[in-house]
């Protein structure tokens, strides 16, 4: 890894992800390279939309976590079940060692007998007390490509230096996350932070929410300003506001719904302590839950 790398975050047709990540810009194609807490989320998800859509449609990753003292072990990664039964990867790991080693190979019979043998060792070992620091090996799984080439299909994704996955075959399409500036009604890709109109986005995630939420109002009143939010159960929209005045909008409008699953979606997967960071204003000492004041800049005719 070069020193011109940018830190962004990176989609996948704008469903899949955001997820924070480091990469050089100047590379073709995107090649994301992601801490190993977003790896996590990044498996995460691949898991989800595997057991959602079966294994022909989605590879997936995969974080074991261990120590730096822990006992070697094997592991079972299993597929979704199949017309042939279940699909499933063995793995094993040496975690002593200047980084943990991995080897992946067929779920056997044998296999399986020392996954059951080593979950005991590592079960003794844990409550041994151990402290040694913690260690992650990230494996990637084609399942469609296991018949055909073994090595190809399953293999280990190896952290950078400094400690970056980089998840996903050249062939999923990364692109840039954007951002909205609901002034001008455009979209930037979120590294570059100021719009061409001179605007800066909110530096949070969720903070750009807000504003992402502002452009989609914007549809039905481009002079709306604020939105009040009950944040309550799922985040619901209470009322919409150009400066001080409040504006009477029609609910069921589709981009009314938009706005609201923008913030819900960005609410779901918000860092903790992030709320606190995004400027939006509490609303003052009400019965009713938490509602915040989010702002965002009128749109421009
Ligand atoms: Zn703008």
């Given at each position: 890894m070069s020193g011109k790398m940018i830190d962004t975050r990176v989609t996948i047709d704008g469903t899949f992800g955001p997820f924070d990540c480091r990469l050089d810009p100047r590379l073709c194609y995107t090649k994301p390279w992601f801490p190993l807490a977003e790896t996590r989320k990044v498996a995460a998800r691949t898991q989800y939309l595997a057991y959602k859509h079966g294994n022909s449609s989605t590879e997936t990753i995969h974080v074991i976590e261990g120590r730096t003292d822990g006992p070697d072990s094997v592991h079972l990664i299993e597929g979704v079940p199949g017309r042939n039964g279940t699909p499933a990867v063995a793995v094993r790991i040496r975690w002593k060692g200047a980084?943990?080693?991995?080897?992946?190979?067929?779920?056997?019979?044998d296999a399986r007998r020392e996954v059951t043998r080593k979950a005991t060792a590592r079960r003794k070992a844990a409550r041994s007390g151990r402290t040694g620091a913690p260690r992650a090996v990230v494996v990637h799984i084609?399942?469609?490509?296991?018949?055909e080439d073994f090595d190809e299909a399953a293999f280990v994704v190896e952290p950078s230096a400094d400690g970056l996955y980089p998840v996903g075959a050249p062939e999923w399409r990364w692109d840039f996350a954007s951002w909205w500036c609901p002034a001008c009604q455009d979209s930037q890709p979120w590294h570059e932070v100021t719009c061409p109109c001179g605007l800066s986005r909110p530096a949070t995630p969720l903070g750009a929410a807000g504003w992402n939420a502002g452009c989609a109002l914007h549809c039905l009143t481009p002079e709306a300003t604020s939105v009040l939010v009950d944040l309550d159960g799922s985040a619901r929209i209470v009322d919409v506001h150009a400066g001080d005045t409040r504006i009477d909008m029609d609910r069921h409008a589709e981009p009314f719904g938009q706005a609201e699953e923008i913030l819900r979606t960005a609410l779901a997967e918000a860092k903790p302590g992030e709320l606190a960071a995004t400027g939006w204003e509490r609303a003052p000492g009400r019965l009713w839950g938490r509602r915040y004041q989010i702002t965002f800049p009128a749109s421009r005719p």
């Open positions: 980084r943990p080693t991995a080897t992946l190979g067929e779920a056997t019979a084609d399942w469609c490509g296991l018949g």
